[in-house]
């Protein structure tokens, strides 16, 4: 169940504004998902619809109807992640 408070940051992670001000950035569908977990890319939080991955403790099972408030998208997928920006190295 997600409270009104992270329904809110979610959304406002869809502005670049609050994306670079919290360090953030928001992923969405299966395979984008998995293919940035399987990354270098530090992982914030997984919101998914049914548990298929094992990251209990950033892991949190919500029901199609959350996934679609917190989704920028018209048919949401069942996953949903938030993950790290990378800091740039400066060479």
């Not at 892991?59 to 740039?88: D, H, R, W």
Request: without cysteine; glycine residues 2%.
């Amino acid at each position: 169940m997600l409270s009104k408070s992270q329904i809110k940051f979610i959304t406002r992670l869809k502005q670049k504004k609050y994306r670079v001000q919290e360090g953030l950035f928001i992923a969405e569908g299966l395979k984008t998902v998995t293919e940035l977990l399987e990354s270098s890319l530090e992982l914030y939080h997984l919101f998914t619809a049914t548990s298929f991955y094992s990251y209990a403790d950033k892991e949190t099972i919500v029901s199609e109807i959350e996934l679609k408030k917190i989704s920028s998208l018209k048919t949401p997928n069942q996953v949903l992640a938030i993950f790290k920006i990378p800091k740039q190295r400066l060479f």
